[in-house]
């Protein structure tokens, strides 16, 4: 094996001495093996512009990106949630690594269609041997950029992905690269990582008896399912529990979380879903806006799930991937889990149990946890989508 996964943390004060604090622990622990790329994470305060100037000074040359995460990052430390930096580095010989980023424009699709061919490029990687990808966007049009993305990207492409956060859904987020940072806009890194590999992205949701058709909607507002207003069906299916809204509209993203709704997805007599978060009641038509486009005539389904069924949902999902891809944790060199900040939310107090739970899975394998306002990756083969409430999960092997 000549590549391997290191990962470094910094709670420093200031944004210089964190990068020089990050840049100390990689080059400690690569030995001097060349630093290929990486992906770098944060709470929100600390000043990205800043921190990614002061970390292309300590690290000329190397590709990285990021983005802001919600509350704190995980990893095999636990949750942290004080003022801290956290990054996972490609470390070694045998690979190839490029990133690219842009400011969001009019034509998403498009933006997409540049960000995979710049990507490439800069990683020297032909578009067929692009093994994974990891993606980052600040919230909103992320179906449209997936589609530019793979436009360019061959569908076997496997996708991690995961917008970018804030604590309190102000706009404070920022996505990042080695040549600069955005407020609005969207990151990739590509690998074309020879060695086996394996990513999934599911919810923790389990389908109850409720569903219907979307017979009005435009992007991400459902105007009416089955011919009724959107809102009045959802209540129904609720028992009721959002009736006040009905009257009043408003933010439903807290009474929403472990009942959203789902969009099927089938292959081969298979169903999985999509799931989108309700976020608003819209008077006076009794509308849902959601945080995921869903297209007329496609189903919603009423999901369920419990605290104790998200704290287990990274575990689990580890434990899939490894199972149907032949991995064991032995033979793991890294990991990167994105997990949804809605989810994160509502087990707060348990987070640090999901990471141990996460980390029981995976066995010493060096990971970092990002905590998102959306994620993306393929519930079903070589089919990108964009979700919410959901965990996507990379798993590069060292074999």
């Keep these: 094996m000549s590549a391997r996964i290191v990962v470094t943390h910094s709670t420093a004060m200031d944004e210089a001495s964190a990068a020089r604090e990050l840049v100390t622990q990689l080059r400690q622990q690569a030995a001097g093996a060349r630093v290929r790329g990486g992906f770098v994470y944060c709470t929100v305060g600390i000043q990205t512009p800043a921190l990614q100037k002061a970390l292309v000074e300590q690290l000329p040359g190397v590709p990285f990106v990021g983005a802001t995460s919600c509350l704190g990052v995980g990893s095999a430390e636990g949750f942290r949630t004080e003022r801290i930096v956290s990054a996972l580095w490609l470390v ?37 041997a692009a093994r994974f990808a990891i993606v980052h966007a600040t919230p909103g049009s992320e179906e449209s950029l997936l589609a530019g993305l793979y436009d360019v ?39 074309d990582w ?24 435009s992007g991400r507002t459902v105007y009416t399912i089955d011919g009724r207003p959107a809102a009045e069906v959802y209540n129904e299916w609720l028992g009721g529990t959002l009736k006040p809204f009905l009257q009043t509209g408003g933010t ?24 989108v978060h309700p976020e608003k009641v819209l008077l006076p038509e009794r509308a849902l806006t959601l945080f995921a486009d869903v297209k007329e005539g496609e189903q919603l ?19 899939w991937a490894l199972g149907s891809s032949g991995l064991t944790p032995d033979k793991l060199a890294g990991a990167l889990l994105v997990y949804c900040a809605g989810c994160m939310l509502t087990i707060q107090k348990q987070v640090p149990d999901m990471l141990r739970d996460f980390q029981r899975t995976v066995g010493q394998t060096p990971f970092v946890s990002v905590f998102t306002f959306g994620e993306q990756g393929c519930v079903m083969p070589q089919r990108p989508e964009h979700g919410n409430l959901m965990t996507s999960l990379l798993l590069l092997g060292n074999s």
């Design 301 to 319: 389904v009423l999901m369920r799930s419990t605290e104790g069924a998200l704290v287990k949902q990274s575990g689990q999902l580890a434990e």
């Design 194 to 217: 020879p060695w086996r590999l394996t990513a999934m992205c599911q919810g923790g949701y389990l389908v109850t008896r409720h569903r219907g058709v979307v017979t009005r909607a």
């Design 252 to 275: 439903v993203l807290g009474n929403t979380t472990l009942c959203p709704l789902g969009v099927p997805r089938t292959m081969d007599g298979l169903e999985t879903h999509v799931v």
């Design 92 to 128: 070694g010989e045998g690979f190839r690594f490029g990133v690219s980023a842009l400011a969001r424009n009019g034509d998403v699709r498009g933006q997409g269609r540049e960000l995979a061919s710049n990507a490439l490029k800069d990683g020297h990687i032909p578009p067929e």
């Design 153 to 191: 990207l061959p569908k076997r492409t496997l996708l991690v992905g995961g917008s970018a956060a804030d604590n309190d859904i102000t706009g404070q987020w920022s996505v990042w690269s080695s040549a600069g940072v955005h407020r609005t806009g969207a990151v990739l890194a590509v690998c």
